[in-house]
């Protein structure tokens, strides 16, 4: 059996154990599993019946976390308060603000007074900031030192805070306002002499976020300094909370998943595929493929202005999808590199130009050596005549497909859109459109009426 096979397995037996009160055989089912893979079992079991067992395991805030929201929350409205609030006030920071923000007004303020001050206070502090932002993406569990402690201060310090915090690898220097003034690695504690001073030892130059800065960014920062731990300051310098590694690739993998699904022309979605209901699935597709039908209305129009050429030469017709196609594939591919370049820096508006050379000069290879392709099977089909028709008629709308694949994106950056707009089906059908234009154009030039 698969692994999914294994976890519905795995969480009917456990289901029937619980209804049975057999709670010690429950937890010998899952004590050999990981959190994340006794998360995906809970998420099979009934709420009603999964968070009694959660209730007993030992690791139930590090398994609640890895449950998906729609899940969790389903869960909440099974816990008692007081069992809600103790796996809650277990959680990082960070996820249980996700979780707090997920749950409807009587849920949270049910949830609030069970908590300690301290908690309540971080969960309104972090949950206030506006989404996709680095405030919204932070947690406030790190560890911090003065400048004016020892090393052997420090490292006691640390070991206080570590319970507490997401990572003590990297602990940020601070003065008594809490601006940020520098940051010292656990590798570098570890190897200093006790009696240094970590003033005199800490980075001062230290790579940090404004809290309001995109996420994005925030996972773009991350990757490119290969950090640990990004801090986040806000407006004044202090620091408010840091962006881990883990959390910095969910959102680089989020908006890669957001990328896509663009180039599909398709909305954004939250949640999963499987779990997505029919009416969010329609509303998310719709849109793009109504405006692409009254677009794919221009090719229709260009063949409406040639009809005489088409009926005195129906073998073009023949060869119309495969034209057509071919520059909307061009293009595609074009769109493709550079939306991908600019989502990650490698390209900015600047370089356009020089691109652009760059482009036509791929798009005139690409475009002769598919010309000489169709140009034998033109001249098997029709005649010599038909034959350079085609030839000129590919390399034109590759030149054409592959210059506007790579400039719309550009174009749609320029006017402050999300570049990824510039999807398949968009570039497909404007290609579709100029392609048919080109191709009969040519074909009025060279073949009789």
Not at 94 to 115: C, I, S, V, W
Request: hydrophobic share 50%; net charge negative.
């Amino acid at each position: 059996m698969n692994n999914e096979d294994l976890a519905v397995t795995l969480a009917a037996k456990l289901s029937r154990a619980i209804q049975q009160q057999q709670f010690e055989q429950a937890i010998d089912e899952v004590q050999a599993l990981r959190p994340i893979d006794i998360a995906d079992v809970l998420a099979l079991i009934e709420p009603k019946l999964a968070w009694q067992l959660l209730e007993v395991l030992p690791n139930r805030s590090t398994i609640f976390a890895y449950l998906d929201a729609d899940i969790q929350v389903a869960m909440a409205l099974e816990f008692p308060r007081a069992s809600l609030a103790k796996i809650v006030g277990e959680m990082p920071s960070d996820e249980r603000t996700d979780l707090y923000k997920h749950l409807n007004q009587e849920q949270r303020d049910a949830l609030l007074p069970a908590l300690a001050q301290a908690k309540r206070e971080d969960i309104r502090r972090l949950s206030a900031y506006e989404e996709r932002t680095a405030g919204a993406l932070m947690t406030s569990d790190y560890a911090t030192l003065a400048a004016e402690m020892t090393v052997a201060e420090a490292l006691d310090a640390l070991r206080l805070e570590a319970p507490d915090a997401e990572t003590i690898y990297h602990a940020y220097v601070i003065d008594d306002a809490r601006k940020l003034l520098g940051v010292v690695s656990l590798r570098v504690l570890i190897l200093a002499s006790p009696e240094q001073l970590i003033n005199d030892i800490m980075v001062r130059s230290v790579i940090s976020s404004d809290v309001n800065d995109d996420q994005e960014d925030v996972a773009k920062t991350v990757a490119r300094y290969d950090l640990i731990a990004l801090p986040i300051t806000d407006a004044s310098g202090a620091l408010v909370g840091i962006v881990t590694h883990d959390d910095a690739m969910d959102v680089a993998s989020d908006e890669a998943t957001d990328d896509f699904h663009k180039s599909g022309g398709v909305s954004t979605m939250v949640g999963k595929l499987k779990d997505v209901s029919i009416r969010v699935l329609y509303r998310k597709r719709v849109f793009w493929l109504v405006f692409l039908v009254f677009g794919n209305l221009l090719s229709g129009v260009s063949i409406s202005n040639f009809e005489d050429v088409i009926a005195a030469n129906l073998v073009l017709v023949f060869f119309l999808p495969l034209l057509v196609d071919s520059g909307g594939n061009a293009g595609s591919q074009s769109a493709t590199l550079m939306v991908r370049a600019l989502a990650t820096g490698d390209v900015v508006m600047r370089d356009w130009f020089s691109l652009l050379g760059r482009e036509a000069l791929v798009a005139l290879m690409l475009g002769a050596t598919m010309a000489v392709a169709v140009s034998v099977i033109g001249y098997v089909r029709g005649d010599a005549v038909v034959s350079l028709v085609l030839a000129l008629s590919m390399m034109s709308v590759v030149m054409i497909g592959c210059v506007i694949g790579m400039s719309l994106p550009f174009v749609l950056n320029k006017l402050g859109f999300d570049p990824a707009t510039a999807s398949a089906p968009l570039i497909t059908s404007v290609c579709d459109a100029s392609g048919v234009l080109i191709y009969l154009f040519i074909a009025s030039k060279f073949l009789t009426i």
